[in-house]
């Protein structure tokens, strides 16, 4: 017992031994002590000599209350020469910060004078980092859990090797430059110019807002993007989107390596508020929407109007249509298909697409690209000059080649790009559904689209004979189930109530305490109860589809509900035929505005 | 002119004897030699008198304790110097504390073996307290006359728990934030009272400067003073409850003479005959020296035991902080959680059971647990099976007692191993 007391109380004095080596043995005492002996070497004074042999090693800090929070930057306890223009040849950390007229430091009788003195700038607000660290690990920012490593200089363990090389450069650095040079086109700063302009030119504006330059919805704001991530986190997410969230929609556009590095650096650049700002900038930048810096980035492209279609080419290709379109062999793999666009549109129904594409799909996901009305109406052009060619076969080649994409595989409704369309693909599995409506009808749906939605009028390109091939593969193959004959039911052909303010109020009456639990409050598909549904309620606001509608559709589908979706046949729950006049009078009334524009669904002729 | 100088020869006698003088000033014993002087070292050392003059072998043995009520004591002991240590660096704000642990790793003396040591020693508190509670169930000390400082002992635990839980907040780091986050959220899963409770914690409705400052208060001043008296009832009940508990078989057999035995022998004078205090108060084993008793002297072989310990627990506590440095995440962003956001360890056997159902992972079944720990000297009445570990006699008890404990280690387990982003089945390889 009294040996093993011994034993472990050595134990502890050995520990004691190696925690106060630890402390009094620092790096940066070696480092200090290192300078002093270099620079009485280097001294042409012996004032200068004795000073040195006096000085004793320090922490030596910077306190910088001029960049927003204030920091605390001790790197030149380490860095003591960095100020010493006699070091500028010598090895980290004993190295001299060099001078450089593009940071606008400047010769005056044969001297060097910074632009950015340290003891005003200190360091971390141009290089990142961790000012408070002493130990060159965590001051540089090299473990995993700090937010701001040396930009250009460190990466962290956790990176993904592959990006980690190409996250070194000082070029990184120009994101913090931006953060007081805010100028519209700085010259020290290309990288975050260009990156700017990649951020229109490849449309991510259309997502994506960022405070002052876009308003995009679709994707996560990126105005303090850059507070928020680290460089390989966005590199990440552009070069690869997938691998770093499994369920992102974001597409994968093909840009060159340094156009990744511009928008990297470009995002890097944008925390939220920077430097330079004053409240009353930042109110007026709200006001015009970042108009002034919007115009100087975007770069209109002249129409020559006897290469319209050419050019329109260019453009579709350029801007990145087929980061979401297909497109021959291009595929974005997130929305339509517009090799058969110049067959199934008309010309001003892209122009209006292009302009406001919820003008002409209303729950379209397409953003409103800010391009001028000469490049619209030349890539309009280019579009219209598609049409596709019709595919050859049986009925199944046919449904691969036109139905595949937003119906699936399986026909469940479920096509690769289905989760992106509203409202969703019918799900063909569904024998409740198809066989409870007329064969004439599904092949009406085929050859001329479903207004409204993304089914476009196929009877463009298929015969009646085509089409009918294509419905009896669908049945054979996803519905499996033998049609029966359709019962014989008491509908109205034409809706017995007259419109009149009154019965559209009953109307809404009825809509408000049957209805609106599913179709929602406002009719548009929206309900509390909607989130668990599939298909989801119809959204009786889209105006194209409820005008292809008859008012005998609609009496059937409200009276004898729709089967295989969650719609009730509403006679069981004590609607009579004038409650169901009154709410089709209702839904026609929230249906009043005629828009115009191609539209897609008329019947073909 | 009168008065005798002092010779030479008498002052430097003086200077020579002034240690010794002072030392045995401090010390009124010397370094004792029979038993009649290790008694007197132990009662009269203010910091050994707490202690029993003699001390039942069956306390000693290291198999029977393995020592974990005093490691606890001793962790606390380090976590009370420790973090005074650090209160004199740290600010409780939200501006300042991230920096303040930036300065403490950096370049404060001894900052980073000071927060190694208050963080490892704090996690190693709760486990060895737990295991302590486990030991004392399984070998049935809580049975009669031993319940109230069972209870007392549930309660400290709950307190350490409590006590590293509103230490866990204090970095204001991503870790820190986020788990107060979640652990205040499982609180909030109390009926009726539970959003208040929440709301009382946090001082407002998230984590924020109102929660620091109270978990902050909580952490150096509320909970280390009730703790510190709990420590000492739990202590002082010990020495009340006759030592630490042991077999029945451990001590030898004592006829109790008839009363006119006792009575006629008791006119005779005997000579030398000594009577503990303890025994003036317990009636019957009033003979001291007279039995053969099985008792030793605590001078040395209990001195010298808790010293050991202390040693072998320091030593512990320094070699993990030389070579692991207490976690520091990201400054706190409460717009980007960690997914998944973790409590502290102790409690992710809770959230995972939060996972399945929020109030009986949360509330239900830890308090029933509570409560069934509280009670259990109160229910579980048998006199039988004190003393012995996993004792047959007290096969139902340790049984469910058990199946408890090992539930709630493999829910952490799976908690703090297993679950990835999204609370999904993750495997750690």
């Known amino acids: 017992m009294r040996l093993a007391l011994a034993i472990g109380t050595f134990f502890i004095l050995v520990i004691h031994g190696v925690v106060f080596y630890n402390q009094f043995f620092h790096q940066w005492e070696r480092n200090q002590h290192a300078y002093f002996d270099q620079a009485r070497v280097l001294a042409k004074t012996d004032v200068e000599r004795s000073t040195l042999a006096s000085r004793k090693p320090r922490i030596e800090q910077i306190v910088v209350s001029n960049f927003g929070e204030t920091r605390v930057d001790r790197c030149t306890t380490c860095h003591i020469a960095s100020d010493d223009p006699r070091f500028a040849t010598y090895a980290e950390p004993l190295k001299a910060h060099p001078y450089s007229t593009t940071l606008g430091d400047a010769q005056k009788n044969g001297k060097w004078e910074r632009r950015h003195k340290f003891s005003e700038f200190g360091c971390t607000v141009c290089h990142d980092g961790q000012g408070r660290g002493l130990d060159p690990e965590y001051s540089h920012g090299k473990d995993e859990y700090w937010p701001e490593p040396l930009l250009g200089y460190t990466t962290q363990e956790n990176w993904r090797k592959d990006f980690a090389p190409k996250l070194k450069g000082k070029e990184y650095m120009q994101a913090n430059c931006a953060q007081c040079h805010t100028e519209i086109a700085f010259p020290g700063t290309p990288l975050v110019t260009k990156g700017r302009e990649l951020f229109f030119s490849s449309n991510c504006y259309g997502c994506h807002r960022i405070e002052g330059l876009s308003d995009g919805t679709i994707g996560p704001d990126l105005s303090d993007v850059g507070k928020k991530w680290k460089l390989d986190y966005l590199w990440g997410r552009i070069a690869d989107p997938k691998s770093i969230l499994a369920t992102s929609i974001m597409p994968k556009f093909n840009l060159k390596e340094e156009d990744i590095k511009a928008l990297v650096v470009f995002l890097k650049s944008r925390k939220g508020r920077n430097f330079a700002e004053t409240e009353i900038q930042r109110f007026k930048v709200k006001l015009t929407g970042g108009a002034e810096l919007v115009q100087a980035t975007i770069k209109p492209v002249h129409i020559n109007p006897a290469e319209m279609v050419k050019q329109g080419e260019k453009l579709v290709l350029d801007r990145a249509c087929t980061a979401c379109h297909k497109l021959g062999d291009r595929d974005g793999g997130i929305a339509p298909d517009l090799s058969f666009e110049g067959l199934l549109k008309d010309g001003p129904w892209i122009y209006d697409h292009f302009k406001n594409p919820k003008s002409t799909m209303p729950d379209s996901i397409m953003p409103a690209f800010r391009f001028t009305d000469d490049e619209f109406k030349a890539m309009t052009a280019y579009l219209l000059t598609l049409k596709g060619t019709s595919p050859a076969g049986n009925g199944e080649a046919i449904y691969k080649a036109l139905c595949l994409r937003c119906h699936g595989e399986k026909g469940d409704g479920r096509g690769p790009i289905a989760e992106h369309l509203d409202p969703y693909p019918r799900d063909l599995t569904k024998a409740g559904f198809m066989n409870s409506k007329p064969e004439a009808r599904l092949v009406a749906s085929i050859r001329n689209g479903v207004a409204g939605t993304s089914m476009p009028a196929w009877g463009k390109l298929l015969s009646e004979e085509q089409a009918k091939a294509v419905l009896s593969h669908i049945q054979t193959t996803f519905t499996k189930e033998a049609r029966r004959e359709l019962k014989v039911r008491p509908i109205p052909e034409k809706n017995p109530v007259a419109m009149s303010k009154e019965s559209v109020a009953r109307g809404e009456g009825i809509f408000v305490e049957r209805c609106a639990g599913c179709h929602g409050k406002k009719g548009d598909g929206k309900g509390p109860n909607s989130l668990d549904i599939l298909p989801k309620p119809r959204n009786l606001r889209n105006t194209f589809f409820v005008d292809s509608v008859d008012d005998r559709r609609l009496f059937e589908s409200i009276q004898y509900g729709v089967q295989g979706t969650a719609m009730p046949p509403w006679i069981d729950y004590g609607l009579t035929n004038n409650d169901v006049g009154d709410l089709v009078n209702f839904i026609r009334s929230i249906n009043q505005k005629q828009q115009k524009g191609g539209q897609h669904a008329a019947p073909v002729q | ?429």
């Open chain 2, 1 to 429: 002119m009168s008065r005798p100088t002092p010779p030479k020869s008498s002052l430097l006698a003086t200077l020579l004897d002034l240690p010794k003088n002072v030392w045995s000033s401090i010390f009124r014993n010397p370094l004792p030699s029979n038993d009649l002087e290790r008694s007197a070292t132990s009662f009269t050392n203010f910091f050994l008198h707490i202690h029993p003059v003699k001390v039942h072998k069956n306390s000693l043995r290291p198999a029977y304790t393995f020592g974990l009520g005093l490691i606890s004591f001793f962790l606390f002991v380090i976590l009370i110097v420790t973090g005074i240590l650090l209160m004199f660096y740290y600010v409780p704000s939200t501006t300042q504390a991230y920096d303040r642990m930036l300065d403490l790793r950096g370049s404060v003396a001894f900052g980073t073996l000071l927060r190694n040591m208050h963080r490892w020693s704090a996690h190693g508190m709760v486990a060895v307290v737990f295991l302590h509670l486990c030991r004392v169930f399984l070998t049935g000390s809580y049975k009669k006359p031993r319940e109230f400082n069972w209870v007392v002992g549930v309660i400290l635990f709950l307190l350490t728990l409590f006590m590293s839980f509103t230490g866990y907040l204090l970095p204001w780091d991503q870790l820190a934030f986020w788990a107060i986050t979640v652990g205040t959220a499982i609180a909030g899963y109390a009926p009726v009272i539970g959003k208040d409770i929440q709301f009382l914690l946090m001082g407002g409705t998230s984590v924020g400067q109102e929660a620091l400052l109270r978990f902050y208060v909580l952490h150096v001043a509320v909970l280390p003073a009730i703790l510190t008296l709990m420590i000492a009832i739990h202590f002082w009940r010990i020495r009340k409850d006759g030592g630490l508990s042991r077999p029945e078989d451990a001590d030898p057999k004592i006829a109790i003479e008839p009363m006119e035995v006792a009575a006629t022998k008791a006119s005779v004078p005997e000579p030398k005959k000594l009577y503990g205090f303890q025994g003036l108060v317990r009636g019957p084993l009033t003979k001291v020296g007279q039995v053969p008793d099985n008792t030793v002297f605590s001078w040395p072989n209990l001195f010298l035991a808790e010293l050991f310990t202390f040693v072998v627990t320091l030593s512990a506590i320094l070699v993990l902080s030389l070579l692991f440095n207490a976690p520091l995440e990201e400054p706190v962003n409460a717009l980007h959680p960690p997914n998944p956001a973790k409590a502290p360890w102790y409690f992710l056997g809770l959230q995972e059971m939060v996972s399945y159902s929020a109030f009986w992972g949360g509330i239900g079944v830890p308090g029933i647990f509570v409560l069934l720990l509280l009670g259990t000297p109160y229910l579980d009445r048998g006199p039988k099976g004190v003393g012995k570990w996993f004792s047959r006699d007290r096969l139902l008890a340790n049984t469910i007692f058990i199946t408890f404990v090992v539930a709630n280690v493999i829910f952490v387990i799976i908690g703090t191993f297993f679950r990835g982003a999204n609370w999904a089945f993750v495997t750690p390889w």
